[in-house]
């Protein structure tokens, strides 16, 4: 498949549906913004209120617009509700890279299996319809539930970039470099990951 920054891409399976994120969305998030603001303790790009929720957003899409991005809403099948969002950044065709993240859900939905799903649509799509080599996840190095998370899915660490970010609160951010490459997708993520899936 030629994958294009034009189409919309839409993701799911039994549990959860990935859309690409629209202006419109705001008011799908707001909630998570003002109810619960530390969602973004760790983020570069937080979205605690209104303002930054829709400056977030516009940049989502901007980026989506320049072909370095592709944004999603996630929507959860088993809530009917929608539960957070999630990205492709950094896109490189020629290179066969990108990096999966900016991805939050609101707690309610942390823990549930949603995540997992999410992922397994995600990889699936890099790997097997973008046919790429390489995806790469980043985390505060001090987030230790993300890279929990990150490493329960298969993602196998790389290393530390130190001091290469700052935290809203203004203090500096080390960065955990973590990935997947497509033979480990292919030799046994897929599988484990099909495997642990919950609808």
Not at 40 to 67: D, G, M, V
Not at 73 to 90: C, L, M, P, Q
Not at 121 to 149: G, P, Y
């Amino acid at each position: 498949m030629d994958f294009s920054f034009d189409n919309n891409y839409i993701l799911e399976n039994e549990r959860t549906l990935l859309r690409p994120l629209e202006i419109s969305d705001i008011e799908n998030l707001l909630p998570f913004s003002i109810n619960e603001p530390e969602l973004w303790n760790y983020s570069l790009l937080p979205a605690s209120n209104e303002a930054e929720l829709i400056k977030y957003i516009q940049i989502a899409l901007e980026k989506r617009n320049n072909k370095i991005d592709y944004p999603f809403i996630v929507f959860d099948k088993k809530t009917n509700t929608y539960a957070g969002s999630t990205r492709f950044y950094d896109i490189q065709l020629a290179n066969k890279s990108l990096q999966l993240g900016f991805t939050w859900y609101g707690k309610d939905y942390q823990g549930t299996g949603l995540n997992k799903n999410c992922k397994f649509l995600l990889l699936e799509f890099a790997f097997e319809k973008m046919n790429l080599e390489r995806v790469e996840f980043r985390a505060d190095n001090a987030n230790k539930k993300s890279i929990a998370a990150m490493k329960s899915i298969g993602c196998q660490e790389e290393g530390v970039l130190r001091s290469n970010g700052v935290r809203p609160n203004g203090e500096r951010r080390d960065s955990i470099i973590l990935s997947i490459l497509k033979h480990e997708w292919e030799n046994g993520i897929k599988e484990t990951l099909l495997n642990r899936l919950s609808f």
